[in-house]
């Protein structure tokens, strides 16, 4: 079975770029997540879906950062623009409805802003 | 807000041998669930093992292990008979019971010793 697909894997552009991270949850998870590791803050949540919909946004860190899930099968994570302490791995996971499933991640996007 | 503490921020073990992992966390809630997961060089984050606070029993996954000691909020991960592999980060996580949200720990670098 595929798991939660993200893609790039590795992304290097200059600030003030826009960036745009993809995701494909695992087929049949409802839910879905985007989550950011940096070395300062460990994994921390930014956002998460449920049926497509936004839940809690709480965690996005300004204006610049959007997500959205047009479709059960995919869902973005964008940055605009862009700026160097947005470099970070950016986390995908999905999971089924309710608190006791676990969450399953993709490999992440390895982001650098120069 | 919940926090979860691993005051551990390197370890290291023997191959062959044990090594148990420490982690405690802060909740008022009385339904919640707690998670291990590992992060290998690869980046990925793989889910170790679970555990349901209402459960008395430890969880088991073959080698691995759980000390649940919900009085005393510690939820700790024994790993036997190490084996080169195993070398990764190590998160603990929290999710309270009715939501979805993970509250991760800061990690432990676990390195397996040839």
């Known amino acids: 079975d595929a798991g939660v697909i993200q893609s790039p894997r590795h992304e290097v552009t200059e600030m003030g770029q826009e960036v745009t991270l993809r995701c494909k949850p695992i087929?049949?998870?409802?839910?879905l997540f985007w989550y950011r590791q940096t070395m300062m803050r460990g994994l921390e949540l930014l956002i998460y879906f449920n049926n497509n919909v936004p839940i809690d946004d709480s965690g996005m860190p300004e204006d610049r950062f959007s997500a959205k899930m047009p479709n059960a099968s995919f869902s973005t994570l964008k940055i605009q623009p862009s700026e160097p302490r947005d470099s970070a791995v950016y986390f995908c996971?999905?999971?089924?409805?309710?608190?006791?499933?676990?969450?399953?991640f993709g490999d992440g996007t390895r982001l650098s802003i120069l | 807000a919940q926090t979860v503490t691993q005051s551990q921020p390197e370890m290291s073990v023997q191959e062959a041998e044990t090594v148990t992992l420490s982690c405690t966390y802060d909740t008022s809630e009385s339904d919640y669930y707690l998670f291990w997961y590992k992060q290998p060089p690869s980046r990925q984050m793989i889910l170790v093992i679970r555990?349901?606070?209402?459960?008395?029993q430890n969880a088991t996954e073959n080698r691995f292990s759980v000390n649940f000691q919900k009085a005393a909020k510690s939820f700790s991960l024994k790993i036997s008979d190490s084996q080169l592999g195993d070398a990764a980060m190590y998160f603990c996580?929290?999710?309270?019971?009715?939501?979805?949200?993970?509250?991760f720990g800061q990690g432990t670098r676990l390195t397996i010793n040839p």
């Open positions: 555990q349901e606070a209402y459960k008395q």
């Open positions: 996580a929290y999710r309270r019971g009715g939501a979805q949200k993970l509250v």
């Open positions: 996971a999905s999971s089924f409805p309710g608190s006791n499933q676990p969450q399953h």
């Open positions: 087929s049949g998870h409802n839910s």
